[in-house]
């Protein structure tokens, strides 16, 4: 699945079906796909190649929208595979967390966690004191590295 069609996704699941079962009326939620259509594509776009302020202010905008809650935003570790999740650890890192855990960070890098485990052995990654691997770290690896592949 691309950015744009997990983003149109999430937003008619969490938003627009609930509005819709609320008002017994799939006229206004209808309205409002039409439009999120065409926002979708312009988020993508900005998420996938403007400017890092721009980005992050969609970023901040989405998270709120679509994870809202009084606790941290704390994700299954899947989730950073996804195309959201990949933009989101590519131009923020975490929203909410120095450092997480040498699964997450796998998940954030598309590695093992063992994959993870020997780039801190390596001196490839730093370990954060608590110790997970810190955000920014793994942020800045997949701003200036290719993607990982894993040895069979």
Same mark, same amino acid.
Request: no cysteine.
């Given at each position: 699945?691309?950015?744009?069609?997990?983003?149109?996704? /999430?937003?008619?699941?969490?938003?627009?079906?609930?509005?819709? &079962?609320?008002?017994?009326?799939?006229?206004?939620?209808?309205?409002?796909?039409?439009?999120?259509?065409?926002?979708?594509?312009?988020?993508?776009?900005? /998420?996938?190649?403007?400017?890092?302020?721009?980005?992050?202010?969609?970023?901040?905008?989405?998270?709120?929208?679509?994870?809202?809650?009084?606790?941290?935003?704390?994700?299954?570790?899947?989730?950073?595979?996804?195309?959201?999740?990949?933009?989101?650890?590519?131009?923020?890192?975490?929203?909410?967390?120095?450092?997480?855990?040498?699964?997450?960070?796998?998940?954030?890098? *598309? &590695?093992?966690?063992? *994959?993870?485990?020997?780039?801190?052995?390596?001196?490839?990654?730093?370990?954060?004191?608590?110790?997970?691997?810190?955000?920014?770290?793994?942020?800045?690896?997949?701003?200036?590295?290719?993607?990982?592949?894993?040895?069979?």
């Amino acid at each position: 699945m691309d950015l744009a069609g997990q983003l149109l996704r /999430l937003l008619d699941n969490r938003l627009l079906d609930p509005l819709e &079962i609320l008002l017994q009326d799939a006229g206004p939620p209808d309205a409002i796909r039409t439009l999120l259509r065409r926002r979708v594509a312009e988020w993508a776009e900005t /998420l996938q190649h403007g400017d890092d302020t721009a980005a992050v202010q969609v970023i901040a905008r989405l998270m709120g929208t679509l994870y809202p809650g009084d606790e941290g935003f704390q994700p299954p570790a899947d989730w950073w595979r996804t195309p959201l999740g990949q933009i989101v650890v590519r131009r923020v890192g975490h929203p909410y967390a120095a450092s997480v855990s040498l699964s997450t960070a796998g998940a954030m890098l *598309g &590695i093992s966690r063992q *994959g993870v485990h020997d780039l801190v052995r390596r001196g490839r990654l730093p370990r954060h004191p608590d110790g997970g691997v810190p955000v920014a770290a793994i942020r800045d690896r997949l701003r200036t590295n290719p993607p990982i592949e894993e040895s069979s």
